[in-house]
Structure formats: C-alpha cells, structure tokens
C-alpha cells in the first residue's frame, strides 16, 4: 500500500501544530483568557485536519499508466457491470486496446455487483451513418473480474 508522501508530511506538521494549539489551549484555560473557547475550536480542528491527512496518505492508491494508452473521458457508468469511454477522433487504432485497458485497471470495484462477476469496460466512438443520424461504434472491450481485479482485454 502506497503512502502519499505530502499528505503524510501535512498531517505530521497539521498533528504538532494541534499539539502546540492543544498547550495553549490549555494554558488559556489557567489564565481565563477570553479567547480560551475559540482555542478550543480551532485545536480539534486541526486535530480533525491532521487525522484527515493521515487517513489519506495511508488509503492512497495512485492510478496505473499502461504504456501507449490514451487518456479518455468516461460518458456512461452504470456503477454495476458496465462502463462506456468515448474515444476521440484522432485516437488511432494501435491505442485501443491500451486505452481500454487502463480504463478497466483504474476501476475502482467497491460497491458494484454483477450476476457473472465480470465489469465490462467500452471504448466507443459515434460515427455518422447517413444525414442527422449518428451509431456508436465500438473500438475496443475489456472484462474486469470483481473478484480478483484480473483484466482481459476482449478485442
């Protein structure tokens, strides 16, 4: 598991200052100074800033690059088995397969269901069929296993 090497050294510096925040605070209480109440708030906040950045630098995942792949927006997601990209114009047809790939490895799984088990993960492109009508063509097709994340382009 990867850590995020900011996120790890804001939440360090975020938990010393919630400490130094948190003797003062206290300090403020003895005296009876009268910001002592709002010391109380901005200390559990950066106590909360500081926990927040730890909890992502441990959680964090950085996204897989497949060589010759394509960056491409994601038009259709049904958030269960199916997963649509829109290729652009200009993609040419050695990038498919790749592009399709990356897409169905940076899948994040939790929450979504399948009957077979399998995500199914398409690069499309619309092309025009005749005067104001347009089809979906599909380029590419990956399958991704829910169980054990495995990845098999299809065509």
């Known amino acids: 598991m990867p850590v995020d090497p900011l996120s790890l050294k804001a939440g360090l510096w975020l938990g010393a200052a919630s400490g130094a925040l948190a003797v003062w605070m206290v300090l403020a209480f003895v005296m009876g100074w009268g910001f002592r109440f709002r010391l109380v708030g901005v200390t559990s906040f950066t106590a909360l800033l500081s926990l927040s950045c730890l909890a992502f630098a441990i959680s964090y995942s950085p996204r897989t690059q497949v ?89």
């Open 67 to 155: 060589e010759g792949a394509v960056t491409v927006p994601v038009v259709f997601d049904n958030g269960s088995n199916l997963v649509i990209a829109a290729a652009t114009a200009d993609l040419s047809a050695e990038a498919y397969a790749p592009t399709v790939e990356q897409l169905a490895l940076n899948l994040r799984s939790s929450g979504r269901s399948s009957a077979d088990g399998l995500v199914h993960v398409r690069l499309r492109r619309v092309e025009s069929a005749s005067a104001g009508v347009s089809r979906p063509v599909v380029l590419a097709e990956a399958t991704r296993s829910l169980d054990d994340g495995a990845v098999k382009v299809l065509r």
